[in-house]
């Protein structure tokens, strides 16, 4: 059936897929000059697990949690780009999604803080291939409406409030 090792291990084996794919995306940002109006990089995982699969946005913010959009006439980057789309992070056949549902409810609290950690190892892994030690912005990844964010600077969970003070 389902164990929650080899779980985390597939999902390990499917991000790893898109690797190159973030990676490219991520040094787009990396290597971008950005309105004078953004104070820091904000990258949201939004996740669907019907469909197991995990998209990633690239948001340049100010201090008051506005998005920057850009102006004509201001130089540098400012607004949105998709750095991933609908990448499959685990695939369940219809025969055997019955028995996963089973198994997911069963070790939820573990698989859902697991799945997270997973997701934010990989990202912070790739943006540091991408070059993103060398931006001189605040840069930081979440789960889409999770509360936390990791502050890939200082490789540290916080709470989502403090990256705006």
């Known amino acids: 059936m389902f164990t929650v090792d080899e779980y985390l291990a597939s999902i390990k084996t499917n991000l790893a897929q898109h690797t190159d794919v973030l990676v490219n995306n991520l040094k787009t940002v990396a290597e971008a000059t950005f309105a004078p109006d953004v104070e820091l990089l904000d990258f949201s995982a939004f996740i669907e697990p019907s469909r197991h699969d995990l998209s990633i946005m690239f948001f340049s913010m100010d201090r008051e949690a506005n998005e920057v959009f850009e102006e004509a006439g201001t130089p540098g980057f400012a607004g949105s780009e998709s750095m991933l789309d609908e990448a499959v ?36 892994t790739c943006w540091q291939q991408a070059g993103g030690e060398r931006v001189q912005l605040p840069a930081y990844f979440n789960v889409h409406d999770e ?14 409030e403090e990256k705006w003070d």
Request: hydrophobic share 30%.
């Open 147 to 160: 509360g936390e964010t990791f502050d890939l600077k200082r490789q540290i969970w916080m709470d989502e």
């Open 89 to 124: 992070y685990y695939h369940v056949t219809s025969k055997s999604s019955d028995d996963f549902d089973v198994f997911h409810e069963e070790h939820e609290e573990i698989l859902i803080e697991q799945e997270r950690q997973l997701f934010t190892e990989w990202f912070s």
